[in-house]
């Protein structure tokens, strides 16, 4: 047999697979099922069921290439109900799902990679947990995602992967819990980079969420996660987003270049920011709507094409302290719409395009102290007077309007 080295493009990244090149096609096409360690030594026209524990299929770089002629499964590698499985330099092509896990748990699926499948390339579902993804590659799945986690798939770790050109998420979460993503790079997905849907306590660390279609990283009627140092990058939408979700912590993550907010959140609470930077977003830097009790810190937001920092329609009790909103296209802290007895203290606002600080349309019972502001186009500090009982103390303004 010939060897034959194949090359996937990706931008970035250049994945060198040698194959060992049959003479001719490989065998009838057929379901092949596994129940001991198996290596290939050629393609399989047909998928691959795993239907033991303790069992490992190394590819070895051959493809599973589909679709399937059986009737089911209609999936390139299927492990359903088993643990300690090891998937290893597979290459899925043309099923439904490229790799899909069922209840399947403690097993590592390493270096494989899933493309042209009619869903997700990579699937876990029905309490597929603690497992490890590594090294994987999902690219042009056709409406599915790149990695979909559903229905208690629990305790994941996904690292150091890429997913990209998929017709849905980079990586979709769907009630799951405890599910951890470090060191990927999710880009051009027809949807969004990472969408995450009533899932609680995951950790997002240093993945990069770039020109996706959507929003980079959408958190919904979730809570107890934590995003730490992930970017969001010219993305279609929202950099990074949470609605309905409480008690998340953000640290040191950025959104740059994105089509609306840099970071945006709607009926949240309780979560905490710190460290965050959102700069040259085509609308805010920071968007606060309708959530209560947040707190916000040592974030810097600038040349935005809107508002630094907007508190908007109903949102009380946040703190702000020492953060930065420098030179953006509108006020750089706006707080409209009633939104109540939230705190200011110690942030700056500079060269911002019309004022430093603003209460405005009802907005009432909120404290700014020792806050500084310059060189704003309008005034630095300005209340108009709508809201009652405000309190404007001990800040440092070039100019202001404050009754």
């Known amino acids: 047999m010939s060897e034959v080295r194949r090359t996937i493009l990706i931008p970035g990244v250049v994945v060198m697979l040698t194959l060992l090149a049959p003479s001719a096609r490989a065998g009838t096409p057929a379901t092949m099922t596994i129940t001991s360690d198996t290596t290939l030594t050629e393609d399989h026209y047909g998928s691959i069921v795993i239907a033991a524990d303790d069992v490992t299929l190394d590819c070895a770089g051959f493809s599973l290439i589909g679709p399937s002629p059986d009737p089911w499964p209609v999936d390139g590698v299927l492990v359903d109900q088993h643990s300690n499985v090891t998937i290893k330099d597979c290459i899925a092509i043309g099923f439904v ?12 699926l390493i270096g494989n990679t899933a493309t042209t499948n009619e869903g997700n390339g990579f699937y876990a579902s029905d309490g597929s947990g603690s497992n490890v993804f590594r090294e994987n590659i999902s690219f042009d799945n056709v409406v599915g995602h790149g990695f979909a986690f559903e229905f208690a798939s ?76 992930n970017v969001a990058r010219g993305n279609g939408d929202v950099g990074l987003s949470g609605f309905d979700s409480s008690h998340m912590i953000l640290r040191g993550n950025s959104a740059l270049g994105n089509g609306y907010d840099g970071f945006s959140f709607g009926r949240a609470s309780q979560n905490v920011l710190t460290d965050n930077t959102a700069r040259a977003n085509v609308k805010n830097g920071f968007t606060i709507a309708t ?63 019309e004022w430093g600080f603003d209460l405005l349309f009802g907005s009432s019972h909120n404290t700014l102290t020792r806050n500084v502001a310059c060189h704003n186009h309008f005034v630095d500090g300005y209340d108009d007077g709508s809201g009652v009982a405000n309190v404007w103390r001990a800040n440092t303004f070039c100019t202001s309007e404050i009754p």
């Open 97 to 108: 799902n490229g790799f899909k896990l069922q209840g399947v748990t403690d097993s590592t």
């Open 291 to 353: 959530s209560s009790g947040n707190v916000l810190r040592e974030n810097q937001s600038s040349h935005n094409d809107g508002k630094g920092f907007f508190i908007n329609t109903r949102s009380n009790d946040n703190v702000f302290r020492l953060n930065e909103a420098n030179a953006n296209g509108q006020t750089g802290f706006g707080t409209e719409h009633r939104s109540d007895a939230n705190l200011f203290v110690r942030n700056r606002a500079m060269a911002n395009s």
């Open 154 to 229: 629990n305790g994941n770790l996904v690292r150091d992967s890429i997913a990209y050109g998929n017709g849905g998420n980079g990586v979709q979460v769907y009630r799951a819990r405890g599910n951890e993503f470090r060191g990927n790079v999710v880009h051009d997905n027809g949807a969004g980079g990472f969408g995450l849907d009533r899932t609680h306590g995951g950790r997002l660390v240093e993945n990069l969420a770039r020109e996706n279609a959507g929003a980079g990283f959408t958190l919904s009627n979730s809570r107890g996660n934590r995003l730490v140092e």
